[in-house]
Each structure stands twice: as C-alpha cells, then as structure tokens.
C-alpha cells in the first residue's frame, strides 16, 4: 500500500509543495503579489485521491485568474477548479480542443486568496502527472 502522498516510481515527486491536499494546506504561491504568471512543473496527482491546492491572493480589484492544467499522455486526464476563500468552485477547468489541457478562468475577481484546485477524475485512471500554469492579467 502506497502512503498519502506517497510516490510509486512512475509520479512526480512534488513533495516539496505538500502538504496541499485541502484549501486550508494550499501551497501559497507568488502569483499576483510578486509576479503575475508562473508555471509550475514535475507535479503530480497520486495516488488515487490525491488533490493539490495552490493559492493566489488578487491583489488589486478586478484582477481576472486563469489556470492551465496540462497532464501528461498516457495518463489520466486531471481536472481542475478555481475555488473562492471558503474553498467553493467558483469555475470549472475546461478542456482545450485537442490538447491534455484544462483551463480554468474567472473574471473580475474581488481582492482576496483563491485557490487552484488539481484532482483526478472520479473513475478509471485517476493518477497521473503535470503541470500548472497560473496567470493574473488586468485590470
């Protein structure tokens, strides 16, 4: 049996970012307070179960937050949410017609901390590896 967030040979070893598996552990990121697009790579989603959490504080109101979640093939196909302060969905990761990417983006976003929110899909193959982009444009 594999631990929580422990590593089988074919996961990236993101250990360096956990504990991220809720809102409240979210890996706090510099997007927005000292840069406004960062991605992040050598990620992973294992085992089964397992959600990554990275939070962006909007510094300026009406700041918009997109991210990118590209898995890798061969893999399961990760998903994604932006989620509010009190951990709510606020937008759905998409797919990208004919990519492994999710994107994720809500505008016109009130000063606060969000949080971009990784996890595999409910069934099937549901570990794989990744990467995240998040980006903080306007206003």
């Known amino acids: ?3 929580v967030d422990g590593r ?6 993101d250990s ?12 706090q990121t510099p997007v927005a307070t000292q840069k406004m697009m960062l991605t992040f790579a050598g990620l992973s989603i294992c085992p089964a179960g ?5 939070a962006v ?3 300026t109101l009406g700041q918009n937050l997109e991210m990118l979640v590209e898995s890798d093939p061969g893999g399961a196909d990760l998903q994604g949410s932006i989620l509010n302060s009190g951990g709510t ?3 759905n990761a998409s797919p990208m017609t004919g990519t492994m990417i999710r994107r994720a983006y809500v505008a016109n976003l009130p000063v606060g901390t969000y949080y971009a ?3 595999g899909p409910v069934s099937g193959l549901q570990t794989n590896n990744y990467k995240l982009t998040l980006n903080v444009t306007g206003p």
């Open 117 to 119: 929110q990784v996890y």
């Open 16 to 27: 360096q970012l956990e504990p991220n598996d809720t809102y409240m552990t979210a890996f």
């Open 57 to 59: 504080t909007i510094t």
């Open 89 to 91: 969905s606020i937008n």
């Open 8 to 13: 089988p040979a074919n996961c990236a070893d």
């Open 1 to 3: 049996m594999v631990p």
């Open 50 to 54: 397992d959600k990554d959490n990275y």
